[in-house]
């Protein structure tokens, strides 16, 4: 539970943001609860990476699974992620005044803080998966936000790219899954040595260009 309290934490807040009529009619009231989200999930990430620990979530074959734990370079993303999303909402807050569905921005931006967050402690390449391309959808509306026709063109263009990422992606980690021991973040990594490191390179090329083609846009 105390890895998924960082998932869970921000995700509830910004679906609150989304839906309560009230704070969408008082600006200084869901500012308030905005940064004190932010606030809170800053220290639900410290907490979670000073016990450690590992949680399975769900079992889906045999040898597929997803899980979070915490290691060394999960736990730095996942400090870094939350303190950087604090300062940057922090930023937000007197900017947004000028724009407008505030609350909207609020909402999606807390749900993208806790998927990130879930990014960082996945244990396993398929959680990675899973939880980056929940990244992709739910930054989606952020880019969309102004809703003018540029927004729209660069929504557009942002989900065409994200879509074909996401499918290479995935055919990278099934051709991985068929040579390899397992798909978990483990020490030393997971590559059998059987001859076959040639067609993993390859798979893991395409795990690399489908899940960086965000850095393209």
């Keep these: 539970m105390r890895l998924l309290l960082p998932i869970i934490w921000p995700i509830a807040a910004g679906c609150i943001l989304l839906s309560a009529g009230a704070l969408r009619k008082n600006r200084k009231t869901a500012d308030a609860v905005f940064l004190a989200a932010l606030a809170a999930e800053a220290v639900l990430v410290c907490l979670a990476v000073a016990g450690g620990g590992s949680v399975k979530l769900l079992r889906l074959t045999e040898t597929i699974t997803l899980g979070l734990s915490v290691d060394a370079v999960g736990s730095l993303f996942a400090v870094l992620t ?8 922090i930023y937000a807050v007197p900017y947004m005044k000028h724009e407008k569905d505030q609350n909207r921005f609020y909402g999606f931006y807390l749900i993208v803080t806790g998927v990130l967050t879930g990014v960082d402690f996945a244990s396993d390449l398929i959680t990675f998966y899973v939880f980056y391309e929940m990244m992709t959808l739910t930054s989606l509306p952020l880019v969309l936000h102004e809703l003018t026709k ?25 051709c991985l899954a068929n040579v390899c021991g397992g798909l978990g973040f483990v020490p030393g990594g997971i590559l059998i040595p059987d001859g076959t490191g040639g067609f993993a390179a390859g798979a893991a090329g395409q795990i690399i260009a489908g899940s960086g083609r965000t850095l393209l846009l």
Excluded: H, N, P, T
């Excluded at 540029?150 to 055919?171: R, T």
């Design 82 to 89: 939350s303190v950087m999303f604090l300062l940057v909402g």
């Design 150 to 174: 540029e927004a729209v063109q660069a929504g557009f263009k942002y989900l065409f790219y994200s879509v074909g990422g996401a499918f290479l992606a995935l055919f990278g980690i099934f």
